[in-house]
């Protein structure tokens, strides 16, 4: 049940508060009635939504209380009476994820509940996408660089810094041209990323010769090689570069990953992250078996997807168990089936998996994998893919 936590230093307005919040069926993880109580009780447990006064007393009053509850990623819904334009300035910079204002009916406190706690879910699904998103461009055998759209690095996975001789806590927020050391400025223009972005084509940059800034090597980009634009058809807002190489093969690492417990990894929190933990959880089955890291990334993105497709679509009053397996064949083919346990939406519903499958296509397609669905109690997806030279741990 979604914990609330009331920032109210009016003692009858606390009493009306945690009553309409027990009635809209969440529970009232602590009232406290000024922003150094609510400061201290978040050190020690973190709510899932915050119900602030702005006019409190107190040495801080509700907007830097909201400031600083901020760093715990707690979405914030204000209540709010009379107050002046500079106040309302400081509480649209926080970026609350609702306001009541006084006096508000039980409606309208329930919805800008509801709303902030999708915000929270929205948020959290988010980060774990791009978690695993990370995890994966990590381990991608080639060299990515990508950037802002005024050139400056925002992310370089492990191959790029071994490519650049820059390693990432260095490389970050530092301009492209300072760490991507060319030496053919006839192929590498001055503004890279301006031109690219300028152009919203790709820039093409087989045998660009990059120059190690810890070795000091010169490596020759291979064919494929280049920086695309990427964003929004009409709103390119960033660039990636893709680096290949012969030096791709001395970089590459070869690695297994025990597909369980990184499949646990991936999905073991999404019930909670979408406020859920109490009506669906999540199994998995894959024993020990271990799988090259080349399919184990995709396939955790796959299960990724259509697990938090089911969670975040399926009818609220639902409940249930959603299962992952995976096991091996005899003929070196792997089956990897996601059971959402009639959690999700019907596949006749206009809406089922709708987020889902453009994403699970792509993915099934770049590891030579076939898809099938079907549907009885329960929707049943099955990936089978090949696998190379399993191993048991």
Partial sequence: MPQILIVEDDTLLVESLCDMVSRAGFQVAEAVD??????????????????????????IDGVETAERLAEFNIPIVYMIGA????????????????FVSKPFEFEQLQMAIEIALQCR???????MQQETLSQIINEVNHAIIM????????????????????PAPTALHRHLNDVLLAVDTEILPACPVAEVLEQRTPLNLHNLR?????????????????AVPIGEKHQR?????????????????????????Y???????????????????VIVHAGDLELDIALAFPAGMIVN?????????????????????????????????????????????????????????????????????????????????????????
């Fill in 34 to 59: 000024s922003g150094e109580a609510a400061l201290d009780f978040v050190e020690h447990s973190v709510p899932d939504v915050a119900i602030l006064d702005i006019d409190l007393a107190g040495q």
């Fill in 83 to 98: 107050t002046d334009d500079h106040t309302l300035s400081r509480v649209v910079r926080t970026e609350a994820s609702g």
């Fill in 121 to 127: 879910v929205r948020e959290q699904h988010a980060a």
């Fill in 147 to 166: 950037t802002d759209d005024s050139g400056h690095i925002t992310y370089l996975n492990r191959h790029a810094a071994k490519l650049t001789g820059c």
């Fill in 210 to 226: 990059v120059r190690n800034a810890k070795t000091g090597h010169v490596v020759t980009l291979d064919a494929g090689s280049a």
């Fill in 237 to 261: 807002h960033a660039v990636a570069l893709i680096l290949r190489s012969d030096a791709d093969d001395h970089l590459y690492i070869s690695e297994t990953v025990r597909l369980g417990e």
């Fill in 263 to 281: 499949l646990c990894s991936v999905v073991g929190e999404l019930p909670r992250a979408y406020c859920k933990e109490d009506q669906i959880s």
């Fill in 305 to 393: 997807a259509l697990v938090a497709d089911a969670i975040a679509h399926g009818r609220p009053e639902r409940r249930g168990e959603i299962k992952v397996d995976f096991n091996i064949r005899n003929d070196g083919m792997g089956d990897l089936f996601i059971n959402d346990g009639g959690v999700g939406l019907h596949p006749t519903e206009p809406q089922a998996y709708s987020k889902a499958l453009p994403l699970v296509q792509q993915l099934v397609e770049e590891i030579g994998a076939s898809l099938s669905v079907r549907h009885d109690a329960a929707t049943i997806f099955e990936i089978t893919f090949p696998v190379m030279a399993p191993v048991t741990a």
